[in-house]
């Protein structure tokens, strides 16, 4: 018996994130078109999730997004996108780890003493 009230409590609080999902509302939602290209928005719903973002259509973008992940914390995402590629920022994104000492010593070590051929300007075929 206690372990099907167990299963049942566990049941239930997995089942409440769900329904709480299907059953948000958007709370807010505005929306800017301008015939230059620029465009604006932003959106709210009823279980946390919000978003905005402004820009000028295939050259510029920025904006932010922000939900509650299933362990309750809350994700934020800011962003900038243009010719140079998609910027995201956020606490919850991976980092790369430092580079070694000794590799920044080896980049430095290449970078100021060129290749034989570079300095003689012959290639071997």
């Known amino acids: 018996l206690i372990l099907a009230v167990a299963a049942l409590a566990l049941s239930c609080a997995q089942a409440r994130p769900d329904s709480f999902d299907a059953a948000a ?5 505005k929306s800017d078109l301008k015939e230059d290209g620029s465009y604006a928005y932003q959106y709210q719903t009823s279980n946390g999730i919000a978003g905005q973002e402004a820009g000028v259509g295939g050259y510029y973008a920025s904006g932010s997004n922000a939900y509650y992940a299933p362990d309750g914390q809350l994700i934020q995402l800011t962003y ?3 010719e140079n590629g998609f910027h995201p920022a956020g606490a919850h994104l991976p980092t790369p780890p430092p ?6 010593k080896s980049l430095e070590y290449i970078r100021t003493h060129p290749h034989q051929e570079s300095r003689q300007g012959q290639g071997r075929f």
């Open 25 to 29: 509302e958007t709370r807010e939602y």
């Open 80 to 82: 900038t996108a243009d």
């Open 99 to 104: 580079i070694p000492a000794a590799i920044l």
